[in-house]
């Protein structure tokens, strides 16, 4: 072989490995390019969706909502935070304003104002109502019977000014007026009004006036007033009972006059 044909061949030997290297070089070229384009070739136009929301992405609003937790039966959140359902009011208790029920009143005025039992003429803001068996026909009582207590009338004594000033408006001693209202005040005085926490009471002389009954403890009841001017020569004006119903005479309390 001529020299020559060995350099020809040498030099064809390697443009051959060139052009095959360069072949290979191809092929892979392609695979890339069918691995990045996907088997289909095409890209399929879908948008990218992360798999997971980044930190730096959530907003305000997303944190300002709590997490919530799954209710496990043990607590009840909505009770331990609303407010508690209001208290139902208890029904309005009867009041001395609201005055003697209607029953009360209906005996009052049957009885024309008379205790059944020891006739002591009251107000009706003063009046009571029992019944003493075997009977249930309600009776009007005057709040010593109903306590089964005595008139403290029986054993009261005239203030030293009340007495002076009746003294001198009946023209009489001391000594004899204050003997003369007493004796007034326990057969005709009117019952006006009741204060069991001052121990105090208020009676009404008809044609004489109105006076007030202080009963202080371990010591007898004494009356003061008059409330108001003393008229001269004043006189009891005797009122009679004006209706009944003519039921049998209660018995008294022990001690009453
Ligand atoms: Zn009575």
Avoid at 122 to 129: G, K, L, P, S, Y
């Amino acid at each position: 072989m001529r020299p020559s044909a060995i350099v020809d061949l040498w030099m064809y030997a390697v443009s051959y490995h060139r052009g095959l290297s360069k072949l290979r070089r191809l092929r892979a070229l392609d695979q890339l390019e069918r691995i990045a384009w996907g088997r289909g070739g095409l890209p399929t136009g879908r948008p990218h969706v992360p798999a997971r929301t980044r930190p730096d992405r959530v907003t305000d609003i997303d944190r300002s909502l709590p997490p919530r937790r799954a209710p496990d039966g043990s607590t009840d959140p909505v009770s331990l935070t609303a407010a508690p359902p209001p208290k139902p009011r208890p029904a309005k208790k009867p009041t001395k304003k609201d005055g003697p029920s209607a029953e009360v009143v209906a005996v009052w005025e049957a009885e024309d104002g008379r205790c059944e039992a020891c006739t002591r003429a009251m107000d009706r803001t003063c009046a009571r109502v029992a019944t003493v068996p075997p009977s249930s026909v309600p009776r009007l009582l005057c709040p010593d019977c109903t306590n089964h207590r005595p008139d403290p009338l029986t054993t009261a004594v005239v203030g030293p000014q009340t007495a002076q000033a009746l003294a001198g408006a009946l023209a009489t001693t001391v000594e004899a007026s204050a003997a003369w209202l007493v004796a007034g005040l326990r057969t005709y005085g009117v019952l006006l009004r009741l204060d069991g926490r001052r121990r105090r009471r208020r009676y009404w002389l008809p044609g004489v006036g109105a006076f007030t009954l202080f009963q202080a403890p371990a010591s007898p009841p004494v009356v003061g007033g008059p409330l108001g001017k003393l008229r001269p020569h004043p006189t009891i004006r005797v009122k009679p009972q004006a209706r009944t119903r003519g039921l049998p005479r209660l018995p008294q309390p022990d001690g009453a006059g």
